[in-house]
């Protein structure tokens, strides 16, 4: 029993890091349009930039941050690094999602000249899609600079 649940967290742990490099690969080859699908309907962004209280809500929003995420991108290379599943959740960390299923949290280094890191926390939910298979969607993405 125990084999079959460290089996399951593994399987969905290489799910949820396949979709943040799937994330990051597409900000570099700015394809906005595959870049919205990797995101829920409904997702939100968490992000320190424009300091919109309760973030940034829905397609458009997410749209228009995207679309300056791909310009800001230009010419930085970046290296991500992912944080070990927590085996307990964080319940002060608002944007924690209790099941460690559907969260991965990447530490991503962006070089130009100079480095900056942020950390990364994808919360990920599952939807069917077209041929009513399940598949996970970024539901909400928190993004924090560190250091």
Do not use: W
Not at 11 to 37: G, H, P, T
Not at 84 to 112: C, G, H, M, W
Not at 114 to 136: C, P
Request: charged share 30%.
């Amino acid at each position: 029993m125990m084999e079959r649940k460290y089996n399951r967290i593994h399987a969905a742990m290489l799910v949820n890091r396949s979709i943040v490099c799937e994330y990051f690969r597409l900000i570099k080859n700015k394809d906005i349009n595959r870049l919205l699908d990797l995101f829920a309907d409904g997702a939100t962004i968490y992000e320190p930039f424009s300091k919109i209280h309760g973030g940034l809500h829905g397609t458009s929003a997410i749209k228009a941050f995207l679309e300056v995420a791909l310009m800001a991108s230009d010419g930085l290379r970046h290296e991500i690094r992912f944080e070990k599943q927590q085996e307990k959740p964080d319940s002060s960390n608002k944007y924690n999602n209790s099941n460690d299923d559907n969260q991965v949290t990447a530490l991503v280094t962006f070089e130009r000249g100079g480095k900056v890191k942020a950390r990364f926390t994808f919360e990920l939910s599952s939807e069917e899609n077209y041929n009513s298979q399940k598949q996970k969607k970024i539901q909400s993405m928190l993004i924090q600079f560190i250091e």
